[in-house]
């Protein structure tokens, strides 16, 4: 089992950027493909970014190819979301999650969630 804690968020405006940081507990941090998802008020939480056990292979929702790059220190088991170019259609709680498994590939389906960091993103 992992516990995982997110930090980073806060307040910026449109065009910045921000780096959040997921730090998990445990030893076997390299186990678990890792993602980032969001939940804007009023709606769904949707998927942002996942990356593979290794670190190797991404996958980016759409919305912010281009923009938002995952990466992960398996070293000192955190995983970041480094977000440029905001725009106010970002503005969300961004949760952190991860799942134990034997794939190199990324995946979109977690069983471990951390409590999420608030980014809002003024205009």
């Known amino acids: 089992q992992v516990q ?3 930090s980073g968020g806060g307040l910026v405006q449109a065009g910045g950027s921000l780096r959040l ?3 998990g507990s445990g030893r076997s941090f390299s186990s678990y493909a890792m993602g980032w998802f969001r ?3 009023g709606k769904e939480r949707e998927f942002v970014a996942a990356i593979s056990r290794s670190g190797g292979t991404t996958d980016y929702a759409d919305s912010v190819k281009g923009r938002f790059t995952i990466s992960r220190d ?3 088991n955190t995983m970041f979301l480094q977000m440029n170019s905001l725009k106010p259609e970002d503005t969300a709680v961004y949760y952190c999650a991860a799942r134990n498994t034997r794939s190199e590939f990324p995946t979109r389906d977690y ?6 960091t608030q980014v809002t993103v003024s205009s």
Request: proline share 6%.
């Open 21 to 23: 940081s997921c730090a």
């Open 4 to 6: 995982l804690v997110e």
């Open 111 to 116: 069983n471990y969630w951390g409590q999420g």
């Open 39 to 41: 939940q804007a008020p």
């Open 74 to 76: 398996n070293a000192k």
